[in-house]
């Protein structure tokens, strides 16, 4: 958000409209000091009791006095409920607050333990050299050969000792024979894959947690702050996860880290003249309440190929484009103020090129992320070179490589990155959201995939929105010189499911060195699960295969299952490209499409000429964001244009002060809220054919009839202000 009115607003209406999972076993929220479990016929033998008086009551993440604790060689232990059922299908909640310092060097520091005859859950820090500091946890279960073992969500976590409030939620699903554990980090599934406790012995799952307690801090090993503990006999959705997160949150007060490779100061980050130097400096330093401004030069993760810009921290926003006086946001212009992210190690490379052309030294990955809710805006991504044979993921994600959920990538240049597998920008096995916006992919060279690969994790969704972006000379081949397959960008599917909506993008120039088919430009698949994918507004032109043929715009390149559903509309494919799109038992729509000839302003300029068929053709109601490609009003004219750039536009305060609201929760059931500082008048929510399907004179806007997919809401305001967004109904 962009206001503090704003920001206020959302989390208030998040915290009144929260919806706390009901029926917890135990629930510990410490008011006023108390250690009394306030959860449903709760007696004062299943009360948390303090065996040493170490521990110490403090004010909450609302700042309210004596509502959590701050534990110091204090153990809470819970006396057990008496209860001979063994519960296979948990859940757990709580509030953590920490620091490095307050928790082991090495090993594991344990938060919680939640235990009973047959087995437990151990949530814990683990502090080996092998992960880092991740949160994670331990989970036992036995059976009639003993005893079995998880341990999850070690790898794939962020760093949340960082002395901010985190709300953390565990559960448990039975799957035939296994246990299978999932873990959210402040509403956002983490770690790697799905940790299980398997039965081998027989089909039925290992007993697990009969007449557990709990015990907080077990063996006096934690000394953060925690609050509101609650455990369900039950397994808990992503839809809880998030509610509970969304219960009371933390007002985040941000601070301003000062990045700068010519500042001589002290050097610390807290002013452009005492900026940090080194940009990895700066992330290694950073909580989730920081903005990193980083002004104009060139900054390299390290001299050895393994270096990486990593950001491990949740919730900070990197910003590039600064010339180092900005007193604003607002104030930058990374056009002019070039900032780089740059893997081309000695700065020799002479070329985009699986081998030779001095990319032996570049950095495998130029920039990694562990932690949610990341920003990356204003930067040159540039020169990665993942081709490490150790891993699939070192062969992939050059530029970008994402481990984490609810990532936005803005106003960046992806270009002269080298993937010997896919996705200069990778995602794989996720949950959560991935938003390019504003942003071009460039001259970058790779196998399958190349600018983009993504695929959801497992029974879990990612919603991949790509909007006002041009892909550009980018070329798909193999290593041999051969033919390549899987697209430009590929969506691929394997479990779960992937929304993909594509809006106001342009691809130009594009070759998949394939010969004798088309190929396809944008490819979406799945194995398993669902994939839907939608193309609107956009422009695919000029793009070619290995003998000179049109590449099929849209379509399933990799030889499995089709799309559940694709759509294009209101956009421009050559050659009748869309024609090709594969038709999957109908659910396959083309509407208000063209095969005319855009006309580009030249073959390296894609700026829109006077007469192009493209102005004014788009649908208002598609259109993201208030500014397109090169920071010009988006809509100008009887209609958005197609592609990621307006015809005859220019930029204006004005119109860059635009209505912005905000959507909760998105996905939404039953009803869809609206959150903005300027004065509602009404709502318009369209689906992905343009047609109109709700209008409403509320802010609290009933959605529970439509069908299942996603829509665009448009917002008016009684002084006219008008906005769009997208949104999911589940």
């Given at each position: 958000m962009k206001t503090t009115l704003q920001l206020i607003l959302f989390l208030f209406t998040m915290s009144v409209f929260a919806q706390v999972p009901s029926g917890a076993k135990f629930e510990f929220l410490f008011a006023n000091g108390s250690l009394n479990?306030?959860?449903?016929?709760?007696?004062?033998?299943?009360?948390?009791?303090?065996?040493?008086?170490?521990?110490?009551?403090?004010?909450?993440?609302?700042?309210?006095?004596?509502?959590?604790?701050?534990?110091?060689?204090?153990?809470?232990?819970?006396?057990?409920?008496?209860?001979?059922?063994?519960?296979?299908?948990?859940?757990?909640?709580?509030?953590?607050?920490?620091?490095?310092?307050q928790l082991a060097s090495s090993g594991n520091t344990q938060v919680m333990l939640i235990d009973g005859p047959e087995g437990f859950l151990n949530p814990r820090f683990n502090n080996t050299t092998a992960n880092g500091l991740r949160f994670g946890f331990g989970a036992q279960g036995s059976d009639s050969n003993g005893q079995r073992r998880t341990v999850g969500g070690l790898t794939g976590t962020p760093n949340i000792a960082d002395n901010q409030w985190h709300n953390v939620v565990i559960t448990s699903f039975i799957n035939n024979n296994t246990i299978e554990f999932r873990m959210y980090i402040d509403g956002v599934q983490a770690g790697i894959g799905t940790p299980t406790i398997t039965n081998v012995i027989s089909s039925a799952p290992p007993t697990f947690l009969r007449d557990p307690r709990v015990i907080v801090s077990p063996q006096s090993q934690f000394s953060g702050e925690i609050d509101d503990i609650r455990y369900y006999q039950r397994s808990l959705s992503a839809t809880d996860a998030a509610n509970l997160a969304a219960e009371n949150p933390p007002a985040p007060t941000r601070t301003i880290v000062y990045v700068d490779a010519s500042a001589t100061g002290l050097n610390d980050g807290t002013t452009w003249a005492d900026a940090f130097t080194t940009l990895q400096t700066a992330l290694s330093s950073t909580s989730s309440t920081d903005d990193v401004w980083v002004a104009a030069g060139n900054y390299s993760p390290g001299t050895a190929t393994t270096d990486s810009f990593l950001i491990n921290s949740s919730n900070i926003r990197i910003y590039g484009g600064f010339n180092g006086t900005e007193t604003a946001l607002e104030q930058r212009d990374f056009s002019t103020n070039v900032t780089t992210l740059n893997g081309d190690v000695l700065n020799d490379d002479t070329g985009v090129a699986y081998s030779g052309a001095n990319r032996d030294d570049n950095n495998t990955n130029v920039v990694t992320i562990s932690g949610n809710n990341v920003t990356i805006d204003g930067f040159v991504i540039a020169n990665g070179q993942a081709d490490d044979t150790t891993s699939g993921e070192t062969q992939e994600g050059s530029a970008i490589s994402i481990q984490a959920g609810n990532i936005t990538i803005s106003n960046c240049i992806i270009e002269n990155n080298v993937v010997t597998r896919g996705g200069a920008v990778r995602m794989i096995d996720r949950a959560g959201s991935l938003d390019i916006e504003n942003s071009i992919f460039r001259n970058n060279l790779g196998v399958f995939g190349v600018c983009l690969y993504t695929r959801a994790s497992n029974t879990n969704t990612l919603d991949v929105n790509i909007s006002n972006s041009l892909f550009e000379n980018n070329t798909l081949q193999t290593l041999s010189g051969g033919t390549g397959n899987a697209g430009i960008i590929w969506f691929r599917n394997d479990f779960g499911t992937q929304n993909v909506v594509l809006t106001n993008n342009t691809f130009a120039n594009n070759r998949n060195l394939r010969k004798g088919v088309g190929a396809t430009l944008i490819n979406a698949n799945r194995i398993n699960g669902t994939v839907n994918i939608s193309v609107l507004n956009s422009i695919i032109h000029g793009n070619r295969n290995a003998d000179g043929l049109t590449m099929i715009s849209v379509g399933n390149d990799a030889g499995s299952q089709n799309p559940n559903s694709i759509i294009v509309s209101n956009s421009i494919g050559e050659d009748a490209a869309f024609s090709n799109?594969?038709?999957?038992?109908?659910?396959?729509?083309?509407?208000?499409?063209?095969?005319?000839?855009?006309?580009?302003?030249?073959?390296?300029?894609?700026?829109?000429?006077?007469?192009?068929?493209?102005?004014?053709?788009?649908?208002?109601?598609?259109?993201?964001?208030?500014?397109?490609?090169?920071?010009?009003?988006?809509?100008n004219g009887s209609a958005v244009d197609m592609g990621a750039y307006e015809f005859g536009a220019t930029a204006g305060i004005e119109e860059n002060s635009k209505l912005e609201f905000v959507l909760y929760p998105n996905p939404a059931s039953n009803v869809l809220n609206v959150v903005s500082d300027l004065a509602f008048a009404k709502a318009e929510i369209y689906n992905l054919q343009g047609q109109r399907v709700i209008t409403s004179n509320e802010a609290a806007i009933q959605v529970a009839d439509l069908k299942t997919g996603m829509y665009i809401i448009k917002i008016v305001t009684e002084d006219g202000a008008t906005a769009t967004q997208q949104f999911i109904k589940k």
């Open positions: 479990n306030t959860a449903g016929g709760a007696t004062a033998a299943t009360n948390l009791t303090e065996s040493t008086s170490g521990a110490l009551s403090i004010p909450d993440r609302s700042v309210n006095a004596d509502n959590a604790y701050q534990m110091n060689s204090g153990v809470f232990i819970n006396t057990r409920a008496g209860e001979n059922t063994a519960r296979r299908e948990i859940g757990v909640s709580f509030w953590i607050k920490t620091t490095a310092s799109i594969i038709d999957n038992g109908g659910n396959r729509r083309n509407i208000s499409n063209s095969s005319a000839d855009p006309l580009f302003t030249s073959i390296s300029d894609f700026t829109l000429q006077s007469a192009s068929p493209a102005i004014n053709a788009g649908n208002d109601t598609f259109a993201v964001g208030n500014r397109d490609l090169i920071g010009n009003q988006r809509i």
